[in-house]
């Protein structure tokens, strides 16, 4: 049996609503997509599942570009992050912002990908392992 994209996709993400109901995960992220159009063709479904956890989503335009993963799989990409409490949201805004708004270089830099990481509610050593394991970094 083959499953389509768009059914993989839209799995992934019931599996990251009730984890992030379930407080295993604070903030999560659907696949991302290629398009804005594609994305939005997941919204009604996210909504739906958003509800049916109690989670809410945020439509992410502009993805943040860390060393925790490759440069390829987010950026030009669009998708949707899924968090149950607005200070979750508020933190990742303020890191995308702090961000642009530094010197991106060195210690800061690793810094940042670091508390993206735990905003992701990975561990210590899923984070340095992310980060060591990344060829393909942002310049």
Known sequence: ???DK????LGAADCFCEMVRAGVKKLAL???CDTQEERDRFLPEFEKLCQKYGVKMYREDEP???DLFPVSMNKGKYNVLFYQDDSVLQAYLDLKA?????EYAGEKRREIAARYGKLLSYTDEGIERLMS???EKEP
């Open 64 to 66: 943040f570009i860390t």
């Open 1 to 3: 049996m083959t499953i």
């Open 98 to 102: 702090e961000k642009r708004t530094c």
């Open 30 to 32: 659907s696949h991302p």
């Open 6 to 9: 768009f059914s993989y996709k």
């Open 133 to 135: 394991a990344n060829q």
